[in-house]
């Protein structure tokens, strides 16, 4: 990993990022080396190491608030957001793991602290200059790109994307010969080959007018994209920031691999005998945590119902108590986002379908008889179950009906 890391980043760029201050606390990593050391050992979910699960955060997250100079949907802010959490989760994650590694001395003993504070000082430098600096700016230049690709995809497709170099002679061979590539926005170009296509990369895309230039070749145009990042730590970089809601590359070293259709979307079918799983469970927990709470400065509460024609009962009340129960009900940082799509556009919803309470519930069970005896108890006689689309994905969303006429936000799944 080690060296898998130091390539993609590449040493030259260490050297002119090394001197760049990403604005990181240090005495975070200080605290978290000194309780390591006294405790021989680690899990993610541990204060110290949450310190500095936060801290990078707080560094990698003001890029992306600072690249967000306009109104934006705010799930789209949600999931940059989360995924800038996960990223620095997974991110200290390999910190921690090399850190603990280099506890024992060559003998087999553990080394005195003093020993062990040189050892790890170079991880800090490392992760947390050279690396850190580098992925501060590419959450700048992807943030920015993902708040275009947003506006462009409401205005359709009367105007065509081109891409943009710098222009200067600072600028890569295989990314110059990207320059002017005009496409329409639909085109599968795009979706591998918005920038920024590396670190430090500043490449830009703009909207132009159809017929000022001619339209590039798109099946030329991708072989030229794929020629440009045709180096393993290149390869990464093929992502849209845009379509994909993500800051950062969803193939990145930091993250775990081999576990893409794990049912809890991070990443790993759970095993507690392994360190890597109870890590990346530990670290979706927090991102859950983490992103309730943010999801609740975005969903406006209101205390009066309020008329949509589309929702069976004509009244939706959206109280904090509604709010906070969506968000319990919400598992994955993916369903937290769409909670908040939903609660800010209720009128998209369609094709209700009445569910009556304890439905696919055993209720021979005496915990489900009292669930639904609590929720008998609220005023609440039945859900209603709606269909809509987010991100290109059915959802299945429920109401609960109340007894006094009107619906409240309850929970939400994807569809089938």
Known sequence: MDNALAELYGSDNLIRLADKDSG?????WDRVVKWLHSKRGYEIDDKPVKDLINETYRVLSEGVNGSITEEIPAELTQSLLNNTYIFSGFKTYH?????SALLRSSTGGFKSFEQFYRDVKKIDNTYNRSYLAAEYEFAVQSTQMAVKWKD???????????YRTAGDERVREEHAALNNTTLPIDDKFWDSYLPPLGWRCRCTVVQV???KYPVSD????CSVGEHATSLPKQKIFRFNPGKTGKVFPPKHPYLPKGCGNCSRKLLLSYNPKSEKCRSCTNISHLAIIEGRKRAEESMPLSNTKVKFENILTKNLLKSKKTRNRLLRHCFTTEELEAAIYFWNNPHLLRNPRISVLGENKDMSDRKAQKNIAAKKSRGVCEYIEYCGIYRGIKWLIKTEHHKAGFEQFYCLKKGN
Do not use: N
């Open 152 to 162: 462009w995809e409401e205005m359709g497709d009367r105007y065509l994307l081109q």
């Open 218 to 221: 798109s099946d030329a145009a």
């Open 209 to 211: 007018r159809k017929g």
């Open 24 to 28: 990181f606390d240090h005495s975070v």
């Open 95 to 99: 910190e921690m793991r090399q850190a």
